[in-house]
C-alpha cells in the first residue's frame, strides 16, 4: 500500500503544472510596469487630446512587450539565477518551470504586445518596442557576462518607453521626446550602480561582468555615479525650453537632482560606501516618479 502510495504521489508530483503565481512572478512585474509607467508619462507628457481606444492599447502593449523580454530575460540567465541567492528561487531557474515553456511564453507575451500596438497605435509606437525588447535580450543581456558597459547598454531599451509614449501621442521624434529618452538613460546609471555594489558578491557567484566587481574601493563605481547624475541633472532641465513647461518642473529638477547628487557624492567620496549605495538606491526610487509626475502636471495643472 505504502509503495502504491509513493507511486501515486509521484506521479502527481511529475503531473503538476507550474502555478499561476510562477508565471506571474516571472514577468517581473514591479520592475515592467515601471516601464510602462514610463511608457504612460511620456504619454501625457506630450499634452495630448485623449483618445481611450490608443491609451488603453498603448498601456496593454507596453504591459505585454515588458513583461515578455523579462521572461526571456530569465529564461537566458537561468543557470545565473541559480547561482545568485537573490534570483535563486525564480521558477526557471529553481526548476519550477521548464525552460521551453518560459521561452514560448515570454515569445508570445511579447509578439502580442507589439502586435498589437502595431494595430492600435502605430507601426512607429510598435517597431521602438520590438527594439526595445530586442535591445533588452539580445544585446544587454549578453553583455552583462562579458563587459562592464553592459549598464549603459541596458539602458538604452530602459530609456525608450516614454520615448514609446511621446510618440504614440503624436509627438514625433521631437527634441523633447528625446529630452525623456535622456532623462531615463541617464537616471539608471547611478541607480544601476547603486544596485551593483550593494549585491556584488551575488553578481560575483552569478559570473557577472559588473564594475563593482572589478572596483573593489568602490571609487570608480561612486564616481560613475557622480558623473551621470550631473548628467542627468542637465537634461532634465532641457524641457524647461519648451513653451508649456514652466517654473515647477525646474524647481522640482533642481531639488530632486540635489537629493540624488548628496548620496551619489557620498558613495564616491565618503568612508560608509555601502549605506550610502543603499541610500542611491532610494533616492533614484524617489527621483523617477516625482520627476515624470512634476513634467506632467506643469502641463495639465499649472
Same mark, same amino acid.
Given at each position: 500500500?505504502?509503495?502504491?502510495?509513493?507511486?501515486?504521489?509521484?506521479?502527481?508530483?511529475?503531473?503538476?503544472?507550474?502555478?499561476?503565481?510562477?508565471?506571474?512572478?516571472?514577468?517581473?512585474?514591479?520592475?515592467?510596469?515601471?516601464?510602462?509607467?514610463?511608457?504612460?508619462?511620456?504619454?501625457?507628457?506630450?499634452?495630448?487630446?485623449?483618445?481611450?481606444?490608443?491609451?488603453?492599447?498603448? #498601456?496593454?502593449?507596453?504591459?505585454?512587450?515588458?513583461?515578455?523580454?523579462?521572461?526571456?530575460?530569465?529564461?537566458?540567465?537561468?543557470?545565473?539565477?541559480?547561482?545568485?541567492?537573490?534570483?535563486?528561487?525564480?521558477?526557471?531557474?529553481?526548476?519550477?518551470?521548464?525552460?521551453?515553456?518560459?521561452?514560448?511564453?515570454?515569445?508570445?507575451?511579447?509578439?502580442?504586445?507589439?502586435?498589437?500596438?502595431?494595430?492600435?497605435?502605430? $507601426? %512607429?509606437?510598435?517597431?521602438?518596442?520590438?527594439?526595445?525588447?530586442?535591445?533588452? %535580450?539580445?544585446?544587454?543581456?549578453?553583455?552583462?557576462?562579458?563587459?562592464?558597459?553592459?549598464?549603459?547598454?541596458?539602458?538604452?531599451?530602459?530609456?525608450?518607453?516614454?520615448?514609446?509614449?511621446?510618440?504614440?501621442?503624436?509627438?514625433?521624434?521631437?527634441?523633447?521626446?528625446?529630452?525623456?529618452?535622456?532623462?531615463?538613460?541617464?537616471?539608471?546609471?547611478?541607480?544601476?550602480?547603486?544596485?551593483?555594489?550593494?549585491?556584488?558578491?551575488?553578481?560575483?557567484?552569478?559570473?557577472?561582468?559588473?564594475?563593482?566587481?572589478?572596483?573593489?574601493?568602490?571609487?570608480?563605481?561612486?564616481?560613475?555615479?557622480?558623473?551621470?547624475?550631473?548628467?542627468?541633472?542637465?537634461?532634465?532641465?532641457?524641457?524647461?525650453?519648451?513653451?508649456?513647461?514652466?517654473?515647477?518642473?525646474?524647481?522640482?529638477?533642481?531639488?530632486?537632482? #540635489?537629493?540624488?547628487?548628496?548620496?551619489?557624492?557620498?558613495? $564616491?567620496?565618503?568612508?560608509?560606501?555601502? #549605506?550610502?549605495?543603499?541610500?542611491?538606491?532610494?533616492?533614484?526610487?524617489?527621483?523617477?516618479?516625482?520627476?515624470?509626475?512634476?513634467?506632467?502636471?506643469?502641463?495639465?495643472?499649472?
Amino acid at each position: 500500500m505504502s509503495s502504491l502510495t509513493s507511486t501515486l504521489h509521484a506521479s502527481r508530483s511529475e503531473s503538476t503544472q507550474p502555478p499561476i503565481r510562477d508565471f506571474v512572478s516571472l514577468t517581473k512585474p514591479r520592475l515592467s510596469l515601471m516601464s510602462v509607467a514610463t511608457a504612460i508619462l511620456g504619454y501625457f507628457a506630450a499634452g495630448p487630446e485623449l483618445r481611450l481606444e490608443v491609451f488603453f492599447s498603448l #498601456l496593454t502593449g507596453t504591459a505585454l512587450a515588458a513583461f515578455g523580454a523579462a521572461v526571456l530575460n530569465q529564461w537566458w540567465e537561468r543557470e545565473a539565477d541559480a547561482r545568485m541567492q537573490r534570483t535563486a528561487d525564480r521558477p526557471v531557474a529553481d526548476g519550477r518551470m521548464a525552460p521551453n515553456v518560459a521561452l514560448v511564453y515570454g515569445l508570445v507575451l511579447s509578439a502580442l504586445g507589439v502586435v498589437l500596438l502595431w494595430a492600435q497605435v502605430g $507601426w %512607429v509606437p510598435a517597431a521602438l518596442t520590438l527594439a526595445t525588447v530586442l535591445l533588452y %535580450v539580445l544585446a544587454y543581456t549578453p553583455l552583462k557576462r562579458r563587459s562592464t558597459w553592459a549598464t549603459e547598454v541596458g539602458a538604452i531599451p530602459g530609456a525608450l518607453p516614454p520615448l514609446i509614449g511621446w510618440v504614440a501621442a503624436g509627438g514625433g521624434f521631437s527634441a523633447m521626446g528625446w529630452a525623456l529618452f535622456a532623462v531615463l538613460f541617464a537616471w539608471q546609471i547611478p541607480h544601476f550602480m547603486a544596485i551593483s555594489w550593494n549585491f556584488r558578491d551575488d553578481y560575483r557567484r552569478g559570473g557577472f561582468a559588473m564594475l563593482s566587481l572589478q572596483d573593489p574601493s568602490g571609487k570608480r563605481v561612486g564616481r560613475r555615479s557622480v558623473l551621470w547624475t550631473v548628467v542627468l541633472i542637465a537634461v532634465s532641465l532641457y524641457p524647461l525650453v519648451h513653451p508649456q513647461v514652466g517654473w515647477f518642473l525646474g524647481v522640482s529638477a533642481v531639488l530632486l537632482g #540635489l537629493m540624488l547628487l548628496w548620496p551619489a557624492l557620498q558613495f $564616491w567620496l565618503g568612508s560608509q560606501r555601502n #549605506l550610502a549605495a543603499r541610500r542611491l538606491f532610494f533616492a533614484s526610487l524617489i527621483y523617477l516618479p516625482f520627476y515624470l509626475g512634476a513634467l506632467v502636471a506643469d502641463q495639465f495643472f499649472l
